[in-house]
């Protein structure tokens, strides 16, 4: 069975930074694309950043310049470098990934359990 783990939230002051992980395990023929995505209270979820298989990255225009997605493709792990982080960055983030488990024709998108980021003085 496959199983995406984050670690890596907490509270933080304003400005300051968080780096998040995300590893896949299980039975795991291939990954393509990864990703974070959050929720703050009362929104509804929303897409962070992505990262495809190959490494290109995008980004919402909210977090561009503070925030950097990078994956290692060897450890199945996904990272989010959260910089300069301000009080609305505040929420749960979740990861994904596309992942086709092993003995499967098909891709599913796996979701992590979420990791509580609080930006507040």
């Known amino acids: 069975q496959v199983q995406l783990v984050e670690s890596g939230g907490g509270l933080v002051q304003p400005g300051g930074s968080l780096r998040l992980s995300c590893t896949a395990s299980g039975s795991i023929f291939s990954i393509n694309g990864m990703g974070w995505y959050r929720r703050a209270p009362g929104k509804q979820r929303e897409l962070v950043a992505t990262i495809t298989s190959g490494g290109t990255p995008n980004y919402a225009d909210s977090v561009k310049g503070r925030f950097t997605i990078s994956r290692d493709n060897a450890k199945n792990t996904v990272y989010l470098q959260m910089n300069n982080l301000k009080p609305e960055d505040t929420a749960v983030y979740y990861c994904?990934?596309?992942?086709?488990?092993?003995?499967?024709?098909?891709?599913?998108?796996?979701w992590g359990q979420g990791t509580q980021v609080t930006v507040s003085s």
């Open positions: 994904n990934a596309d992942i086709r488990p092993s003995g499967s024709y098909y891709v599913l998108r796996y």
